[in-house]
């Protein structure tokens, strides 16, 4: 399946990247009209173990995941969170970086964030500026000779702080960056004035009731790719609300007929299978049609002739 690359997507414009985890809610992104997407450690995290992330997701599940969902099951491109690299240890991170890089990533994103330290952590442990940037180089030449771009961001909480490692980030090469400090039009406008190149906002916030910043500032002052967190929370709510109507009917009716609000009503106003956002309706499906006559065959190859 043809993936755009990131670069080539951004080009288009301010683009929205809702966080993914897994196969179907990667196709449920691009359902939507996603152009692309941020495939969450955090959320990987919660789904594979079922526990607070506190850093502990391994390469092995993040790679292991991204290859089944670019190969099997996209058709945008992924930017893949892998926080610190999923290790302090330098000597090991060029190893690791380049099997995400393989994996299908069209990006890696990178922060300062110490190895162990993850979003539902109690405490935020940052590495040193020089570590940092060592890290963005080394996914750099991770990504050499590829279509893979190398985003970089910074949780420190001072947004002094934050701006100078950012720009060490960009000068070991990282080429979109941002900070999660940033909440409000004040903090994106001083972040933009102060950090030259293109710029990540990390997510989208609201106080009150009303969202911290908007899209169009956002856009205004450069932010062309943004951060949007909803998708977990909406699998989760999906789970508990069909979960409950279903357990309390005694029956699947309210699963089976939902509808989406109409996002599963064909354009005659017909309730489709929710099953059509999987890939296999492009790819598998068709294969097996063509080779359905196989066991046919196979019986046909061993038949023995009797005397």
Not at 88 to 113: C, H, M, Q, S, T
Request: aromatic share 10%; with cysteine.
């Amino acid at each position: 399946m043809s993936i755009a690359t990131l670069r080539s997507v951004l080009a288009q414009g301010q683009q929205f990247a809702p966080d993914t985890w897994d196969g179907i809610s990667t196709r449920a992104a691009e359902k939507l009209g996603c152009t692309l997407a941020r495939f969450s450690a955090r959320a990987l995290a919660h789904a594979v173990r079922g526990i607070p992330d506190e850093g502990v997701l391994g390469v092995a599940e993040m790679v292991w995941m991204v290859s089944r969902v670019v190969e099997d099951n996209c058709s945008i491109p992924l930017i893949i969170d892998v926080r610190s690299g999923f290790s302090d240890n330098l000597r090991i991170l060029p190893y690791d970086l380049e099997r995400i890089v393989k994996a299908g990533a069209a990006a890696i994103l990178l922060d300062d964030r110490a190895y162990g330290c993850g979003s539902d952590s109690p405490e935020l442990t940052l590495v040193s500026r020089e570590v940092f940037a060592r890290k963005v180089a080394i996914a750099k030449q991770a990504a050499e000779n590829t279509d893979c771009m190398i985003l970089a961001r910074s949780f420190a909480p001072e947004a002094q702080e934050a701006i100078e490692r950012v720009k060490l980030a960009q000068a070991a090469g990282a080429e979109i960056v941002g900070a999660a400090y940033a909440h409000t039009p004040a903090d994106a406008a001083a972040f933009a004035a102060a950090v030259p190149g293109e710029k990540l906002w990390n997510d989208l916030t609201v106080v009150d009731g009303e969202p911290e910043v908007t899209a169009k500032e956002l856009k205004d002052l450069g932010y062309g790719l943004v951060f949007m967190t909803f998708m977990e929370q909406a699998a989760w709510f999906g789970d508990m609300d069909f979960g409950i109507k279903n357990f309390r009917n005694g029956n699947t009716m309210y699963a089976d007929l939902h509808d989406f609000d109409g996002y599963l009503r064909d354009e005659k106003g017909n309730l489709v299978d929710y099953h059509v956002i999987f890939s296999y309706w492009k790819k598998w499906m068709p294969m097996e049609k063509a080779f359905m006559d196989l066991d046919a065959l196979g019986q046909r190859a061993y038949q023995f002739k009797r005397d």
